[in-house]
């Protein structure tokens, strides 16, 4: 392997996002990666979506809820995120002594693309008797901009939290508003946005999975439409899915997430079947392309190197920080999370 410092890596970076190096082929990138965080005091969270190698090297696996009080509370020198792009940034804005690296800076997320800063700015100011919450998949700027920060697993709570006569704009997801909205009776003014990946299942083939699987019980990610999850039989977040599918009497589930999250769930229930519930069409598109850019190859980099390195202007970051702690808060007084 090449031998550089930290400021030639960072300028490797900055063209591709990430770092191409060749490592050498007889090392046991599980050892050094265990190895790096004894060294650097580094601590490894990844996300339920990411490859398996990465999930089984991590210390800390979960849902973008149990993630951000995890990085929030860490007390190591550097956190290692094996997520996406937002997942990172919010890491650094809740704990902005540490430094925190994602193994693939072009780790985006099509849902938060969906919000652009400008356009949110322009349609938040027509309705400003309107308190917005919005969901953890959005930049640092679209936080900014928000009263309170939710993610899947304590949406319910965080509106709840809101007097019942005041006017709501819920961004960007418009599946988890939608489904919101009908749970907890209100009329949230809905931001247009989406997930590629939960967007993509097919109903018509899910029923007919459902027709040849009768004892197999339909488990949804609230990011998915109606036509979808009208069928669920359990609605949750990647964290709640695993521990229902764990927990529950059925052998059987369709899976309506990204498929990263059967690698638990065969894991903790190895005598359990898991089928992924199809897509639209032939490719594998319930793979999230995004999350998938991280490989432990780029996670061993990136830990060596501490690049690509998630850095924010400080005004955003404070400003952006106010409605993540209000979500914290309301998640602890509600004892959500782990
Ligand atoms: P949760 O981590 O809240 O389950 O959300 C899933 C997701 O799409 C993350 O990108
Ligand atoms: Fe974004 Fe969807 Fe990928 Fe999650 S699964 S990171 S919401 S594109």
């Excluded at 007097?163 to 997801?173: L, R």
Aim: charged share 25%; glycine share 4%; with cysteine.
């Amino acid at each position: 392997m090449v031998d550089m410092n930290i400021d030639e890596a960072k300028a490797k970076v900055e063209i591709k996002g990430f770092l191409d190096l060749d490592i050498d082929a007889s090392l046991d990138l599980f050892h050094e990666i265990e190895l790096l965080k004894k060294e650097k005091n580094a601590v490894v969270l990844a996300h339920y979506y990411q490859e398996p190698d990465i999930q089984d090297v991590a210390d800390f696996i979960g849902d973008s809820l149990g993630l951000a009080q995890q990085a929030a509370k860490t007390d190591a020198d550097m956190i290692v995120f094996a997520g996406v792009h937002f997942m990172a940034e919010t890491a650094n804005i809740l704990n902005p002594a540490k430094k925190v690296v994602l193994p693939d800076l072009k780790a985006g997320c099509s849902l938060a693309d969906s919000a652009p800063a400008s356009a949110f700015k322009a349609f938040k100011e027509k309705h400003p008797d309107h308190v917005v919450i919005s969901y953890i998949n959005c930049t640092a700027d679209i936080k900014a901009m928000s009263n309170i920060i939710c993610t899947s697993s304590n949406a319910e709570k965080i509106i709840e939290s809101v007097p019942k006569d005041q006017p709501i704009i819920f961004a960007p997801d418009k599946n988890l508003g939608a489904y919101l909205n009908k749970k907890t009776g209100r009329d949230m003014l809905l931001w247009n946005g989406a997930c590629m990946v939960h967007e993509i299942f097919s109903q018509q083939k899910i029923l007919k999975l459902k027709m040849l699987h009768p004892n197999a019980k339909l488990i949804a990610h609230p990011e998915c439409e109606e036509a979808v999850l009208q069928y669920a039989d359990f609605i949750g977040s990647t964290t709640q899915l695993l521990k229902f599918a764990v927990t529950d009497s059925a052998n059987e589930f369709i899976v309506a997430t990204e498929t990263g999250i059967l690698h638990q769930m065969q894991k903790d229930a190895p005598a359990k079947t898991f089928i992924p519930a199809p897509p639209d069409n032939l490719c594998a598109c319930n793979d999230c392309p995004h999350m998938k850019l991280n490989t432990l190859e780029k996670l061993y980099l990136c830990m060596e190197y501490e690049q690509p390195e998630i850095l924010m202007d400080e005004q955003i970051r404070l400003a952006a920080l106010k409605p993540i702690q209000r979500m914290l808060e309301i998640s602890k007084a509600a004892g959500l999370g782990g």
